[in-house]
């Protein structure tokens, strides 16, 4: 037997890349490494279901254990990759044990990006990225416990909304002038600083962390630039991810901020693939490279890597897209908002109900950000793939149903069948 297809990371990536495999018709051996002791489950949940008690362990599972024994996929968990022989064709493991490939794909994932200031190795100073990790969160969230959360991007917000429902008191820090700031727009940002507001969150904006107070080596504040410090029973710090290209940039694979694919998932070395985070991969429809961090993503270049080592055809490109759920609250993306001239809202912010659209010079929609709007986020994407015009007065006219902003003819009035 070849030795087949060895899969470097069992997360989202690594466990959709073997099930596409075998979809593809791929009969070949597929080994599955991965460096947590579960199999590949969902990390969305974490910050949401998981910290609320609402799922357990088999609800996060991105497929039950029984499918890789069933479809030959071999599992090697707690287990780590030290180094990539590529002359070779084989990686050697921390044991020192080698394993050899015809084809390596690398799903890697992403890294939290840490946060070196004095007290950051205090107890209940935490971060958010794996199982375990979760589950010393929720150990430490309680009814009148005080959390204060680093990072005002959507993970910590997530984890914030999950504390309020646990009865914790949140404060959120952020250190640039708006929540979201890096990946969400203006009139967003201050929807979600409204909501958290609203559900008894305190949010400092405009915040640098200088140092985790500590008595007895536990965290019990957080000390600001400008000298306040921030009482807390526990920390949870979120400031952004960073690829995990170390094992590919070690090995001579083109790496910046992430392993460097094409539009088939392949690394500079024709035997070695990498999909999900750890890779910065074209975006034709932006004309852009770009690391992209999301399931829907791990997913794709899931079935790109696939279709490419099978000899299938390319799947259809997809347009990115993401969410998040905060209270009850859903907000779902779709596109990239570059190139944009302007910006069209569309329904009321302050009922909770509402979509920003990003059009460019043309009109032509670039991305959308739809709050509790399923209806414009199904039509952004189509509308983002297609690079569709829209006429900016016909979008914000909330009189007319979204079918009827592309067709004028279309049937039926906005919130009437």
Not at 209 to 237: K, M, P, Q, S, Y
Not at 261 to 268: G, K, L, Y
Not at 370 to 379: C, D, M, W
């Amino acid at each position: 037997m070849s030795a087949g297809v060895l899969i470097v990371g069992a997360g989202h990536a690594g466990g959709a890349m073997a099930a596409a495999l075998r979809q593809s018709g791929y009969a070949g051996a597929i080994t599955l490494v991965g460096a947590e002791p579960l199999p590949p489950y969902q990390r969305p949940p974490l910050s949401k279901a998981w910290l609320k008690g609402e799922a357990g362990p088999d609800d996060l599972l991105f497929r039950p254990p029984a499918f890789y024994s069933d479809k030959s996929i071999g599992l090697r968990l707690s287990t780590r990759v030290a180094a990539i022989d590529r002359t070779a064709a084989a990686v050697t493991l921390e044991d020192g044990q080698r394993l050899p490939y015809e084809h390596l794909v690398l799903a890697t994932g992403s890294a939290l990006r840490a946060l070196n200031v004095p007290g950051v190795a205090s107890t209940g100073v935490l971060e958010l990225r794996t199982a375990a990790d979760a589950e010393r969160i929720k150990a430490a969230l309680a009814p009148g416990r005080r959390l204060a959360v680093v990072g005002g991007g959507y993970v910590g917000l997530e984890v914030a909304a999950s504390a309020r429902s646990l009865g914790a008191q949140v404060v959120v820090i952020e250190r640039e002038a708006r929540l979201l700031a890096r990946v969400a727009s203006e009139p967003l940002s201050a929807y979600f600083a409204r909501c958290h507001a609203g559900h008894g969150v305190e949010i400092i904006l405009g915040a640098s962390v200088t140092a985790f107070e500590e008595r007895a080596g536990a965290v019990a504040g957080v000390r600001l630039a400008d000298g306040r410090v921030i009482a807390c029973d526990v920390a949870v710090v979120g400031i952004g991810a960073l690829a995990n290209d170390a094992l590919a940039a070690a090995a001579g694979l083109e790496c910046n901020d992430g392993i460097v694919v094409d539009e088939r998932c392949r690394t500079s070395d024709p035997a070695i693939h990498a999909i999900g985070d750890c890779t910065r991969r074209p975006l034709p429809r932006y004309g852009r490279t770009m690391r992209l961090e999301s399931v829907p993503n791990a997913l794709e270049q899931a079935k790109q890597a696939a279709a490419d080592i099978c000899g299938r055809p390319a799947p259809k490109p997809e347009v990115p897209w993401f969410w998040s759920d905060q209270y009850d609250v859903r907000l779902q993306i779709v596109g990239l908002p570059f190139d944009v001239a302007r910006q069209v809202v569309r329904g009321d912010a302050n009922a909770g109900q509402f979509a920003v659209f990003h059009l460019d010079a043309d009109n032509r929609l670039q991305a959308v950000e739809a709050v509790n709007a399923p209806g414009e986020f199904v039509a952004g994407r189509q509308w983002v793939g297609a690079r569709q015009q829209v006429d900016p007065a016909r979008l914000a006219d909330t009189g007319l149903t979204v079918k009827q902003i592309i067709d004028p003819a279309a049937p039926g009035a906005a919130g009437k069948p």
